[in-house]
Each structure stands twice: as structure tokens, then as C-alpha cells.
């Protein structure tokens, strides 16, 4: 089956250290996306790429890293820089970026810090 | 900067009957694109329904269907003959040709068996 997978699906980090959320695709899409989810808000985007080895800032980029090595995998990293990372995460992709693209989503992680 | 606004954080919906969410949002762009989303208990955000600025004829997708005022940038679902599934978090989202992907904060809607 085709589809976006995210592990793990919980994640507990101590304070200071870093932490890497893996997203693997196999829809063949171009374009991969990370965005996090708060209680009341809606989804803000960290990061994407729209081509291996390329990616750019979102909206709220400080305190994350990514790589996009390979087509199918965009891991993001939160960093010990990142001040409130307690948060659920997801991951999307879609065939190309741009305004046109339907983003497909994975299931999420929620990261806990303790 | 675009913003996008949904102003019913709780909806209710007997079971069977039609309800419709609310999404209004602001930009100076004239190409741009919709979207509604919902977000079940799992947490997996589906795609429901999706509408290109440019085209007059509002989209429709089995039970579910948009009134898109351009003009007015209003971009409200209904959803018909509600199901207990239709439970959700729905979020509406724009998108533009210039990599901006603006969520609302989300209406959760109840389902009334």
C-alpha cells in the first residue's frame, strides 16, 4: 500500500537533548512537508522540500533541522534550541510544491518533553 | 499576510441532518487554492474536499460540498445527511503559488445519534 509512515508514533526527550522524528513516503512524491500541531491552533509549517537536497524554512523553522538525502525520507530534528517542542508532528507529502498540491498525511507524532 | 479564520471552534450536528462550517480568510492574491481537511480521533488529517480560486463552480464531493465566495473570501462545508463517522476536528486551509500553506485553528464537530 502507498502511503506516509511516521515513527515512532510517541516520543519522550529530556530537556537539552536532540531528538529526530523519522517520515518515510512511497508515493513517489517530489515535495515533503513537516508541520506541527498545537491545542487550538492549527497546523504551522516547519519546513519542506520540494527536491532531494533542497529544502527551505516555513513559518517557525528556529530550533528544527531536516535533510532530504533520499526521495522517499524527510527526518526532522528537534533541536535542544527549540524552546517549547512538546507538540504532535506531521508529516506530509504531495507530487510537486506549490499551490496546486494535495498534501497527503502521515499519522503523526507526539513528542513529549519530560 | 494571509490569514485564515474559522470562528466556530464546536459544531454540533444531529445524526442525518446538515451543518455547515464556516472558513473565511484574507489575501491580496488572486490565484490561490482551498482546502478542508478533517482530522478524526486517530489524528491522520484526510482530505475532504479541495477548490481552485479560479473556478466559479463550487466543488462537491458526495455528502460534502463548498459555497465559495470569492468576493466575499468564504469558503464554508456542509456536510449533508451528517454520519457518526463525520466526527472530526476540520480545519480549512490556503494554499498560493508562493509556497504559503495557512491553516484555520479548526472547528470540532460533534455528531448527535
Known amino acids: 500500500d502507498g502511503g506516509i509512515t511516521q515513527s515512532p508514533k510517541y516520543l519522550f526527550r529530556k530537556e537539552g537533548q536532540n531528538v529526530t522524528l523519522s517520515c518515510e513516503q512511497n508515493?513517489?512524491?517530489?515535495?515533503m512537508y513537516w508541520y506541527r500541531q498545537d491545542p487550538g491552533q492549527g497546523l504551522r509549517l516547519i519546513y519542506y522540500?520540494?527536491?532531494?537536497?533542497?529544502?527551505q524554512k516555513g513559518d517557525i523553522a528556529e530550533g528544527y533541522s531536516v535533510s532530504r538525502e533520499k526521495k522517499e525520507s524527510f527526518p526532522l530534528t528537534v533541536t535542544s534550541a527549540q524552546k517549547n517542542p512538546t507538540a504532535f508532528y506531521l508529516c506530509a507529502s504531495s507530487i510537486i510544491a506549490g499551490g496546486a498540491d494535495t498534501q497527503y498525511f502521515g499519522p503523526g507524532t507526539r513528542l513529549t518533553v519530560l | 499576510a494571509q490569514t485564515v479564520t474559522q470562528s466556530q471552534p464546536e459544531m454540533s450536528v444531529q445524526e442525518a441532518e446538515t451543518v455547515t462550517l464556516s472558513c473565511t480568510y484574507d489575501?491580496?492574491?488572486?490565484?490561490?487554492?482551498l482546502f478542508w481537511y478533517k482530522q478524526p480521533p486517530s489524528r491522520q488529517m484526510i482530505l475532504v474536499i479541495r477548490q481552485e480560486a479560479y473556478k466559479q463552480q463550487n466543488a462537491t464531493e458526495n455528502r460534502f460540498s463548498v459555497n465559495f465566495q470569492k468576493a466575499a473570501k468564504s469558503f464554508s462545508l456542509k456536510i449533508s445527511d451528517s454520519q457518526l463517522g463525520d466526527a472530526a476536528m476540520y480545519f480549512c486551509r490556503y494554499t498560493s503559488g508562493t509556497y504559503k500553506y495557512i491553516f484555520g485553528t479548526g472547528t470540532r464537530l460533534k455528531v448527535l445519534a
Open positions: 489575501t491580496s492574491e488572486s490565484d490561490y487554492y
Open positions: 522540500s520540494q527536491i532531494v537536497n533542497d529544502f
Open positions: 508515493l513517489n512524491h517530489d515535495a
